[in-house]
């Protein structure tokens, strides 16, 4: 393309394009003689290990360094930082396990495994679940039976007893806190866990660190080196600068991004919580270390890594700071180190951000799986609202994913629920974003007349009418209050909205995850209130501690709403494995023509399932015309009821029934 001035734009983006692509080549070819006489003894003594990773190397360098120079170029230590990178990189390959080195050539065969409907996905606190790591252990025959494939383990590193954010204000990423265990004794679960085929999952929190990590700690000592791999100020000039376009996080807890350190007489960047020190990303010595963080608890066993906060990483003046596009260039390049170091493991991303900007930490070369927050979000509106037009839509244009990805689809976490959805969505379906925002956090909360939900307010703003909510899926669901006034019909409804919620992210394609806890009905535990260190985060209302006598006691009771939770979900994840249609991320969403009606179609293995959801508390009908057209045949089969029904006469759905639907032949 020749612009009005002569200037040849292609032309000199390819020429820029063939000049880094030279200086890779080039670079490489001066680095890898240094790397093999510093790892020579290594490298005779496992030849075929180092000839893997010189392949996989020289397979991957140059999407590498175009990352790096991209990122740190115009560092005048650039070169000595990428060095030690190499370094860290074939290290950490010449120690890695071989039972991970035999996972990770299975991996790179199978490059979908985690696509499979054999994927089941639990998380849980350790010390809530089961104390310790040894307890946990104790746990796999109980994970056995429920199914799980993928188990999600809170923050278990070495955090502060008092400021520890649930584990995410991290001290040490090497050290597991001893109240748990050791990072031995995590090492050795992760391989028991893999032999019976259940994936190991951490979370990296690498946004910041806790102001008691080593790196802080001699940040506080003045050691200008560690001061420089975080934001710290001496007077409010440049935080007042940064502040203008920010938006507060945790505005209950305190105003603004920045705290005062009276012990340093600094100001220091702290985005979540006062004691979290947000890392500077712009010194090459944070990635630089943060690789070697990364790599070690690769080699711990870990297949996929949650990647916390990822839309904070970057800070540019003038703007959020927020989704930048070196966050994106931070994540890739984490990406290609561990394709190079540690193939077999994958990145979740945690973006509770916009749905586009969810999105575009999505693919092969950055985050493999993400979170899905808008699913999540639009299942419990659907439920408030009883209408799934705002669902429907979103789907249509947000759901689908590029090969290779796929989402993780949950109901709730750890955290608390907030309201993504994207406004253009709500207005397209003649909803005003605001006002619904008001009406879905009144809801949730009780403070709607006719609600069902026991929901707990999070992070309030009295300023700006904004909140969130916490609460486990049981009482948001209706469960709790429905006991609480014994009344046997809202009970049974609200264990038809927990079924039927779990039939969706169990039928809808990608990875569906659980809050252990949730599949037993679990009801909001409100004794946080009493301690100090947790009256203040109502997110602790949703994380109680696992009582297994009464879970014992409710298992054997299937006539108990909890004890019938338990044994439907264990039914419909077996059930699950059973549909090859499930596998992989194409999913056809379709019109019902009732407004209480979502559905959608999934294909494979020879398979056609039409899934069907009803979010109202009145029986629904789609018509036949449009069953015909959408079902999967004349005859057809409910795997989950095992009805057969045929499309000659509208299909009648119970209040909040969910059906899994496939041609009778194929049922049989």
Request: glycine letters at 6%.
């Amino acid at each position: 393309m020749i612009c009005e001035n002569g200037t040849d734009i292609e032309g000199d983006f390819m020429t820029d394009v063939k000049q880094v692509q030279q200086q890779a080549a080039l670079s490489l070819e001066r680095l890898w003689p240094r790397l093999e006489i510093t790892f020579r003894d290594d490298a005779n003594a496992a030849p075929t290990d180092w000839c893997v990773f010189e392949r996989r190397l020289r397979h991957e360098w140059e999407r590498l360094f175009v990352l790096l120079i991209g990122l740190y170029g115009g560092q005048y230590d650039f070169f000595y930082h990428l060095e030690e990178i190499l370094g860290a990189m074939a290290h950490s390959w010449l120690a890695r396990p071989t039972w991970l080195k035999q996972l990770d050539a299975r991996r790179e065969a199978a490059p979908t495994w985690f696509q499979s409907q054999l994927m089941v996905g639990g998380v849980c606190y350790v010390d809530l679940f089961a104390g310790t790591l040894h307890g946990l252990r104790d746990r796999l025959l109980y994970f056995k039976k429920l199914g799980i494939t993928y188990l999600h383990l809170m923050p278990l590193f070495e955090s502060p007893e008092s400021n520890s954010d649930g584990g995410y204000a991290v001290s040490s990423y090497r050290r597991v806190n001893p109240r748990l265990g050791t990072i031995e004794e995590l090492a050795e679960l992760a391989h028991e866990f893999q032999e019976h085929g259940i994936s190991l999952v951490l979370d990296f929190v690498f946004n910041h660190t806790s102001d008691e990590h080593e790196w802080a700690r001699c940040a506080k000592a003045g050691d200008h080196e560690y001061e420089r791999f975080y934001f710290l100020f001496p007077d409010r000039a440049m935080p007042d600068a940064y502040e203008h376009a920010l938006r507060e996080i945790f505005p209950t807890v305190r105003h603004g991004s920045f705290t005062w350190r009276e012990d340093i007489s600094k100001w220091v960047w702290t985005t979540f919580n006062s004691f979290q020190w947000d890392l500077n990303y712009a010194n090459p010595a944070v990635f630089r270390a943060m690789t070697q963080e990364m790599l070690f608890i690769a080699n711990s066993g870990v297949e996929i890594l949650r990647l916390d906060a990822v839309a904070f990483i970057w800070k540019r003046l003038g703007t959020n700071c927020e989704n930048q596009p070196e966050a994106h260039q931070i994540i890739q390049a984490f990406n290609s180190i561990t394709r190079i170091a540690a193939p077999g493991m994958l990145f979740k991303s945690e973006a509770i951000v916009h749905p586009d900007d969810v999105l575009s930490y999505i693919s092969t070369r950055e985050c493999q799986i993400s979170y899905n927050p808008l699913l999540m979000a639009l299942l419990w509106e659907s439920l408030a609202t009883r209408e799934v037009k705002l669902l429907d839509h979103s789907m249509r244009s947000r759901f689908q994913l590029p090969q290779g990805t796929a989402w993780v689809n949950y109901l709730r976490s750890h955290d608390d629920i907030g309201w993504t959805f994207d406004d253009n969505d709500a207005r397209w379906e003649w909803i005003d974003p605001v006002g619904h925002r008001s009406f879905l956090n009144q809801f949730y909360i009780g403070r709607f007349a006719g609600s069902f939900a026991r929901g707990v307010s999070f992070q309030e703003n009295p300023a700006t009418g904004d909140a969130r909510v916490s609460g486990t899926l049981a009482s948001l669901a209706g469960l709790e209050q429905a006991i609480q006034v014994a009344d046997e019909q809202q009970i049974e409804l609200a264990v038809r909205r927990i079924l039927m919620l779990h039939s969706i992210i169990l039928s809808i394609g990608g990875i569906p995850l659980i809050y252990l806890g949730d599949e037993f009905g679990t009801l909001n535990e409100y004794s946080f209130a009493s301690d100090l260190y947790k009256a203040d985060d109502s997110r602790w209302v949703h994380r109680p501690k696992a009582d297994w006598a009464w879970r014992k006691r409710v298992e054997n009771d299937p006539s108990s709403p909890h004890g019938h939770i338990f044994t439907e979900l264990v039914r419909l994840i077996a059930l699950r494995k059973q549909q090859p249609a499930i596998y992989g991320n194409e999913t056809e969403f379709v019109e019902t023509g009732n407004g209480h009606l979502f559905g959608y179609i999934r294909h494979g293995g020879g398979q056609r399932l039409f899934v069907i959801a009803n979010f109202s508390e009145h029986p629904q009908e789609m018509d036949a015309d449009r069953l015909r057209v959408y079902g999967p045949g004349f005859s057809f089969t409910d795997m989950i009821t095992s009805h057969i029904l045929t499309s000659e006469r509208p299909l009648r759905l119970e209040p909040y029934q969910c059906m899994w639907l496939v041609a009778r032949s194929a049922g049989l």
